[in-house]
């Protein structure tokens, strides 16, 4: 108490004094993290499992290799494996992981984190994304792997299928066409500065969608991102109704023995049917069909099939005829002239078109053409039924749920499908909606077909 009158005696002995102390806590007040400011985004979906032991968050951005710059094919791309890179390195110690998946129009970035660190690691996660400085020895690393890849490709007749087959579906001059890993003369003009600037165009938070999935409440992802919030998933379980408390000196009764309420039911409420609309596929990138045959001296033909379908037809029924179309050209066990087969539903120039792409024999290729062409015409005409639709439906239900078990794919399709129709399929309920009838009537109404064929066009089979 002396020592303090002193000082304040002396005016330049306070000054002393305290003048360390002011330092001290300017410095402190530098070095302490930044509170983070919650993200603004589009879309913000919640998966609350409280029992799962990671948590997995997917954003999903609107852009990707359509918006390469002029000569610079796959800076999207090969921003993606530097990320991806450095994102690896900074979540090492918090054993969490970055992957990053780029396509024609979407960049999605997907983290998955311990439960007890997600938040750390989401927010190293925004700081690699938000516009730091790139990592110059990531972007060389990523750089020179990928120029390897598209060194070891270039010639590939697979790689030349898939150019061929973008630019018949998008048009030869579309920027969806371009590939979208990129060329190596493009790669060669992508220096950290290009990437950097390619991050602050392709990566809006105001346009992303985001999927958390894990023990993580609808409130608690708030905290980290603002914008619409919809909570996904089973309804969270009600409580119990708390007993009244007995009134002071009242004797405690026995509880009353509930009544019976009959059988227990495991199964969420069911949809009703859902249908097809009653005319074709409308906005359709095309409209008559047409078909082509590229001659090319390799050893295996690629054929690829495409349909326009309804955009406006339900998400999930769209989903079963991929699952039907799929199980019906793999059959089990494999048929040798097939040496792959994928279905899936693409969305071009804002249509929905199932697309078919197979690697046959070239003995085969015809006869393969032929029954992919027929399936979607066996569909229509007689579509599974009795005890083969029960079953086909229920493989499709368990194929889901299963998949969905995964936290970062359940994220990932969460997103996916809310781009796609601006909601997410409640697949236990919705599965029960699906009928012969509108497998049926969804066949009915798809778009005529293009078929691109590559392949040695002296060994097919006619």
């Given at each position: 108490m002396m020592s303090a009158l002193r000082a304040i005696r002396r005016p330049e002995r306070l000054v002393m004094t305290v003048l360390p102390f002011l330092l001290l806590l300017g410095w402190a007040a530098l070095l302490a993290p930044a509170a983070a400011e919650a993200q603004s985004v589009a879309q913000l979906l919640v998966h609350p499992r409280e029992h799962d032991a990671v948590v997995a968050i997917?954003?999903?951005?609107?852009?990707?290799?359509r918006d390469d710059p002029g000569e610079a094919d796959g800076a999207a791309f090969l921003l993606g494996r530097v990320l991806e890179e450095e994102g690896t390195r900074?979540?090492?110690?918090?054993?969490?992981?970055?992957?990053?998946?780029?396509?024609?129009?979407?960049?999605?970035?997907?983290?998955?984190?311990?439960?007890?660190?997600?938040?750390?690691?989401?927010?190293?996660?925004?700081?690699?994304?938000?516009?730091?400085?790139?990592?110059?020895?990531?972007?060389?690393?990523?750089?020179?792997?990928?120029?390897e890849r598209l060194l070891f490709e270039e010639g590939a007749p697979?790689?030349?299928?898939?150019?061929?087959?973008?630019?018949?579906?998008?048009?030869s001059n579309h920027p969806a066409a371009r590939p979208v890993a990129g060329t190596l003369g493009g790669i060669d003009r992508l220096d950290r500065s290009a990437?950097?600037?390619?991050?602050?165009?392709?990566?809006?938070?105001?346009?992303?969608?985001?999927?958390?999935?894990?023990p993580v409440s609808l409130e608690e992802a708030g905290a980290t991102f603002r914008g619409p919030a919809e909570r996904v998933g089973p309804p969270p379980p009600v409580p119990p109704p708390a007993a009244a408390a007995p009134a002071p000196g009242d004797a405690a009764e026995p509880a009353p023995t509930p009544a019976p309420t009959g059988p227990r039911v495991l199964m969420e409420e069911r949809t009703g049917p859902l249908r097809a609309p009653s005319t074709s596929a409308t906005g359709s990138p095309w409209t008559s069909g047409d078909r082509r045959v590229i001659d090319q001296d390799v050893t295996s033909t690629w054929i690829m099939v495409a349909w326009p379908l309804p955009r406006e037809s339900p998400m999930i029924l769209r989903d079963f005829l991929v699952h039907l179309v799929?199980?019906?050209?793999?059959p089990s066990p494999p048929d040798p002239g097939v040496y792959r087969i994928d279905a899936e539903i693409r969305t071009i120039e804002d249509a929905s078109v199932l697309i078919v792409a197979a690697s046959v024999d070239p003995r085969t290729a015809y006869t393969w053409e032929d029954r992919i062409l027929g399936t979607l015409e066996s569909l229509e005409a007689a579509p599974p039924e009795g005890a083969f639709f029960e079953l086909a439906r229920r493989q499709y239900r368990a194929h889901r749920l299963l998949e969905h078990a995964v936290?970062?794919?359940?994220?990932?399709?969460?997103?996916?499908?809310?781009?796609?129709?601006?909601?997410?399929?409640?697949i236990p309920a919705q599965v029960w909606g699906l009928t012969?009838?509108?497998?049926s009537g969804l066949a009915a109404v798809r778009g005529e077909p293009r078929v691109l064929i590559f392949g040695p066009l002296s060994v097919m089979d006619r």
């Open positions: 997917a954003a999903r951005f609107p852009a990707g290799a900074r979540l090492a110690e918090l054993s969490s992981r970055i992957s990053v998946e780029v396509d024609r129009s979407e960049f999605m970035v997907t983290m998955v984190a311990p439960a007890e660190d997600w938040e750390e690691a989401w927010r190293r996660v925004i700081e690699l994304l938000e516009g730091g400085p790139l990592s110059e020895s990531a972007v060389i690393s990523a750089r020179e792997r990928h120029r697979g790689r030349a299928f898939d150019i061929e087959q973008s630019r018949y579906l998008y048009g990437l950097e600037s390619q991050r602050s165009t392709l990566l809006r938070w105001e346009e992303a969608v985001i999927g958390v999935v894990g799929d199980r019906a050209l793999n936290p970062e794919e359940r994220a990932r399709w969460m997103t996916r499908r809310h781009a796609e129709g601006g909601e997410v399929p409640r012969r009838e509108g497998i």
